[in-house]
């Protein structure tokens, strides 16, 4: 995985953009995890309706108010935005461990074509040793939520590491002594909706339905992702 993106320049989605870019950070941020590669703009209207579903997957299988440890998961954005400026305004609605490339990086055309990208959304989801698992995943996300992940960890053959990294303990360290109180809480008052009943409320809704804005039939949960603190 660290392969693909050797020689290139990663932006973390926080407030400092931080760059991910010597090999020791890429090897920190994409070894050993399963990667997705979004292909998307805040302006296409499909995005606009897969984004937020894409977002609470993302979240409920990194987020610690969901899991005690961050998933093997890492996704990077391949804009498809029209402008830098469209670019940044989608992602300050997107999680901060999302990483991205720069707005005039040319690599973006060389993935598009690497993996016959043509309409979005696409999500393309790679092994470690970036072979593909999924060519685009949007339809499996949007059906199996989280489930469809265990199924992308199998097929990537992920070492289940037991022990936390030097990161995980400074991550560890920035947590209030609350955290699993509140956790619980959360949990017990916001349940994922079934699989079934997910897609089909989503076939319901119609994703060609080129009403810009449109809220899909996932937004009750979605607007759960931001838990109240005590």
């Not at 299988?61 to 093997?72: G, I, K, M, P, W």
């Amino acid at each position: 995985m660290v392969s693909l993106f050797t020689g290139k320049i990663l932006i973390t989605n926080n407030k400092d953009c931080d760059e991910v870019d010597t090999e020791r950070e890429l090897s920190q941020r994409l070894d050993n995890k399963v990667m997705l590669l979004y292909f998307g703009s805040g302006e296409c209207t499909r995005c606009q309706e897969f984004s937020p579903v894409l977002k609470d997957f993302f979240v409920r299988l990194t987020d610690e108010f969901y899991v005690e440890r961050a998933s093997q998961l890492v996704l990077v954005y391949v804009s498809q935005d029209e402008t830098e400026e469209k670019q940044e305004k989608f992602l300050k609605t997107m999680p901060k461990r999302w990483l991205f490339l720069p707005f005039q990086d040319e690599f973006k055309r060389e993935l598009e074509l690497r993996f016959a990208v043509s309409n979005t959304p696409v999500v393309v989801v790679l092994k470690p040793s970036g072979e593909v698992i999924a060519g685009n995943a949007v339809e499996e996300i949007r059906c199996l939520g989280t489930a469809c992940f265990r199924n992308w960890q199998e097929a990537a053959e992920l070492v289940d590491r037991s022990f936390l990294l030097a990161e995980d303990f400074d991550e560890l360290a920035k947590r209030s002594i609350t955290d699993p109180i509140r956790r619980l809480k959360y949990k017990a008052a916001h349940v994922e909706p079934s699989a079934r009943g997910r897609c089909a409320s989503w076939s319901d809704a119609g994703p060609g339905t080129g009403q810009a804005g449109r809220e899909p039939a996932l937004a009750p949960v979605r607007a759960a992702a931001t838990p109240e603190r005590l």
